[in-house]
């Protein structure tokens, strides 16, 4: 199985700033990376795929960026809807594995 | 508009079988490309992908549970059908059913019902 790793597991921030969430590949899944967006209780909601595809619909500040093993999400401009547990997904190969999630909270 | 509607019991007993049904709209199971998924999470855990159907009937399970699970589909009721053997306090968790297409040759689990908790206890 293919493991993936988030950094760092929680982060606290203020409107405004800017956030970036890591994503490790126990191997090499080329550009086969989503990420999504979780709020509590709410199921799991697209945000990117291909690793730097924006989900139509998705705010411009969001951006996704790596390929092969390391994979970054950026949130350039902190907005209060934003804070939520982000989590990726490698899409290269069966089991599709997710990474245990960051999660963005109110500084 | 694409839909889905996790259904099944909110509480099972260890050793119980589990049987959840996805209900979903907005597509069909025989178009090419399209596939039913499900996901759990247990409470402030991560995701977990448990099994995946294909609309040609082709079918994917997590190794590490495959001995456990079985997918069917039944594309007149627009119904996925997953089943879940020997139940633990373990698979507490909330299942989630999803669509699952490509987009741009990618993978995607898109959009997911709004999920089914399900407690495993005596």
């Known amino acids: 199985d293919i493991q993936m790793t988030q950094s760092p597991s929680s982060l606290s921030a203020s409107v405004g700033d800017r956030v970036t969430i890591i994503c490790r590949a126990s191997?090499?899944?080329?550009?086969?990376l989503n990420w999504y967006q979780q709020k509590p209780g709410k199921a799991p909601k697209l945000l990117v795929y291909?690793?730097?595809t924006l989900q139509s619909g998705v705010p411009s500040r969001f951006s996704g960026s790596g390929s092969g093993t390391d994979f970054t999400l950026t949130i350039s401009s902190l907005q209060p809807e934003d804070f939520a547990t982000y989590c990726c997904?490698?899409?290269?190969?069966?089991?599709?594995?997710f990474g245990q999630g960051t999660k963005v909270e109110i500084k | 508009q694409i839909t889905l509607k996790e259904s099944g019991p909110t509480l099972v007993k260890p050793t119980q079988t589990l049987t959840l049904t996805c209900t979903f709209s907005?597509?069909?199971?025989?178009?090419?490309?399209?596939?039913v998924g499900w996901i759990r999470q247990p409470p402030g855990r991560a995701l977990e992908w448990l099994a995946l159907?294909?609309?040609?009937?082709?079918?994917r399970y997590s190794p590490s549970l495959k001995s456990r699970l079985t997918i069917t589909k039944d594309t007149s009721k627009n119904q996925v059908v997953l089943t879940m053997t020997n139940m633990d306090p373990m698979d507490t968790a909330t299942y989630y059913c999803?669509?699952?297409?490509?987009?741009?040759?990618?993978?995607?689990?898109?959009?997911w019902g709004q999920g089914t908790l399900v407690t495993v206890s005596s």
């Open positions: 907005g597509f069909s199971l025989s178009t090419n490309g399209v596939g």
């Open positions: 997904q490698q899409s290269n190969s069966p089991p599709w594995t």
């Open positions: 159907i294909y609309w040609d009937d082709d079918k």
């Open positions: 999803a669509h699952r297409r490509l987009k741009s040759a990618i993978q995607i689990f898109d959009p």
């Open positions: 191997q090499s899944i080329s550009s086969n």
């Open positions: 291909g690793a730097s």
